[in-house]
């Protein structure tokens, strides 16, 4: 008897131990935990519990994940509420049995207190995984949708052109177009790659060239990168350059000294260069000349009949009077057979030699000036500086401009040089002559660089007489090889896009979302794919460039983007001298 009830005592005391121990565990691990539990069921709900046959397919790892998180809360929960504490219950009061009533009392004595100091975790836990749960589902959901549709691998795919990206993607780049040389090729440019783009030097030759971009964009730069190289491989260069470039001209001069070639500085605006406008060529080339210098063509209206009669007096006085200005006016003073000066019946052909006569560079002494036809002849190099703001240059360039076409097309047999005849600011300088010259004058070994703003430029000339539809397709037709710098308008930048032709590519057409019941939108897994004609060259990639960024456009290969840069000048360069008596005069002046 005492024997079993030492046994009892001992199991008395081991239950005592334990139920100890577990109290002091609960306390307080068994609300966190249960807090935990909650936490976890509340934020990921409580159904499903297993995965539907019907979507096994859909159900990712994440989601096999939830299922069994979602299991471990509820057998948790289970363990800690349903089998815990009635546990500690029965073994409370079986250890504390001594005195009825004891180890109840005890038992809810100890769980009220505990209840009160921990309690309040089980609703935090549940609204703490509530307010999750909505955050998640309607912040955190999005965005993940957003990441996986960045991360995700896709198939080919093409995103459509965006102003927003493209502005300031393309940045200049600065390198020494001098070390991209290649005999036998034009250096351009640099492409995407940093690889040099070149033009077979036989395509620029054959082929005329259209350059096209706002004011300080990188037309001068490419221009002057260009006209070097025809230089060095032995053309005969004339740049008209209305706008009186600062570093072309140096450019120019420092390549005809290492390539031995002369080079001929001509300022229209200043009588120290000299040319006679109408003096040079054959008789009916200066005939033309003077014609189309004063508007005395015919255009189609009233005053055709009186242009008639001036030509018709220009006719009788050229024999006897040549064709200098000052010889022109002075017949033009004389009578006619009716006792009248002559001038009287040609108005307009003696005004304009008044306006001419009052340029000094435009009236060199007898036989004096430069002669255009004996530098083609030399191979020469000109440059032409002109003027946008006085009118009287500016017809004075554009006769100049007609005289080396002629004069070019004349000589053509004799010539032994290729010339290369570019042109600054086309919107000014475009005439009939030039227009037709671009269909006629590359089989005369002459190859023509234009370049303006825009393409309202061709629509809307400096001359008014002009039919713009036939100019605009004779530069666009005849200009094989272009590079265009940033569109100044939308009308060029489509222009110049539907210019690169198009490309077949494939976009997502339509991808689905679906929101949730707390106001999340997601992505679903599914798009649709279709193929798209875009243009190779998109508007808003032309109205984005940044300056000396273009696009090249040239026969037999694709429009590609390139990036230009500048050759130095040595602007310390002394361009032309003054002629020996006019040096004396001045020196003589100053003393």
């Known amino acids: 008897m005492n024997g079993m009830n030492g046994l009892q005592d001992a199991l008395n005391g081991t239950v005592s131990q334990a139920v100890i121990a577990a109290m002091r565990w609960s306390t307080p691990w068994w609300w966190v935990c249960t807090a935990v539990a909650l936490t976890t069921l509340a934020l990921i709900n409580v159904l499903p519990w297993r995965v539907p046959p019907a979507k096994e397919a859909e159900y990712g790892i994440w989601e096999v994940l939830k299922i069994a998180l979602r299991r471990a809360a509820v057998y948790a929960l289970v363990a800690l509420v349903l ?11 079986a250890a504390l049995g001594n005195a009825p009533g004891q180890g109840h009392v005890w038992f809810v004595d100890y769980v009220s207190r505990q209840a009160w100091r921990w309690g309040w975790l089980l609703p935090a836990g549940l609204l703490l995984g509530w307010t999750g749960r909505i955050a998640s589902a309607r912040y955190l959901t999005p ?19 965006d102003i927003r990206n493209e502005v300031g993607r393309l940045k200049a780049r600065d390198f020494d177009p001098r070390r991209h040389r290649r005999d036998g090729q034009v250096f351009i440019g640099l492409d995407a790659g940093g690889k040099p783009m070149f033009l077979a030097a036989e395509t620029f030759r054959a082929t005329h060239m259209q350059i096209v971009g706002p004011t300080r964009f990188g037309k001068g730069v490419v221009l002057g990168v260009t006209l070097e190289q025809a230089i060095e491989q032995g053309h005969s260069v004339v740049y008209i350059d209305p706008k009186a470039d600062a570093f072309i001209p140096y450019i120019m001069a420092e390549a005809c000294e290492r390539a031995g070639q002369r080079f001929i500085y001509i300022d229209l605006g200043n009588e120290d260069t000299r040319w006679a406008p109408f003096e040079g060529g054959a008789p009916r080339d200066r005939r033309s000349r003077i014609c189309a210098c004063f508007g005395l063509n015919n255009t189609g209206d009233g005053s055709d009949f009186y242009k008639s009669r001036e030509r018709a007096i220009l006719d009788t006085i050229m024999p006897r009077s040549g064709t200098s200005i000052a010889g022109l006016r002075a017949a033009l003073e004389q009578r006619g057979e009716d006792g009248k000066p002559l001038k009287e019946s040609a108005s307009r052909l003696y005004d304009n030699l008044v306006e001419f006569g009052m340029l000094p560079s435009l009236n060199p002494k007898k036989g004096g000036g430069n002669k255009i036809g004996e530098a083609l002849k030399a191979g020469a190099t000109i440059y032409v500086r002109g003027s946008l703001d006085d009118p009287t240059i500016r017809r004075a360039t554009q006769a100049f401009v007609t005289e080396v076409i002629q004069e070019a097309r004349r000589l053509a047999p004799e010539r032994t040089r290729q010339l290369t005849l570019a042109i600054d600011e086309l919107k000014f300088m475009i005439s009939q002559e030039v227009s037709d010259a671009l269909a006629t004058i590359a089989g005369f070994k002459v190859n023509m660089v234009l370049l303006h703003q825009s393409i309202h430029d061709l629509r809307s000339p400096e001359d008014r007489s002009l039919n713009v539809q036939a100019i605009e397709s004779g530069v666009l037709v005849n200009c094989q090889v272009k590079l265009l710098y940033r569109a100044s308008d939308p009308e060029t930048a489509e222009w110049a896009s539907l210019l690169s032709g198009t490309k077949i590519v494939r976009v997502t057409k339509s991808a689905s979302v679906e929101y949730n019941r707390f106001g999340g939108e997601a992505y679903t897994p599914k798009r649709m794919l279709s193929d798209l004609e875009v243009p190779v060259i998109s508007p808003n990639e032309m109205l984005s460039l940044s300056p000396r960024v273009g ?29 020996v008596a006019k040096a004396a005069e001045e020196s003589a002046a100053d003393a």
């Open 143 to 161: 965005k993940m949708s957003r990441l996986v549709q960045r991360l995700v691998v896709r198939q080919e795919d093409h995103k459509q052109s």
């Open 551 to 579: 696009v090249l456009y040239a026969p037999e290969r694709l429009a590609e983007v390139v990036y230009t840069c500048f050759v130095k000048a040595d602007t310390a360069r002394v361009l032309y001298r003054k002629p």
């Open 83 to 93: 089998i815990f504490w009635p546990g500690m219950y029965f073994a409370t009061v």
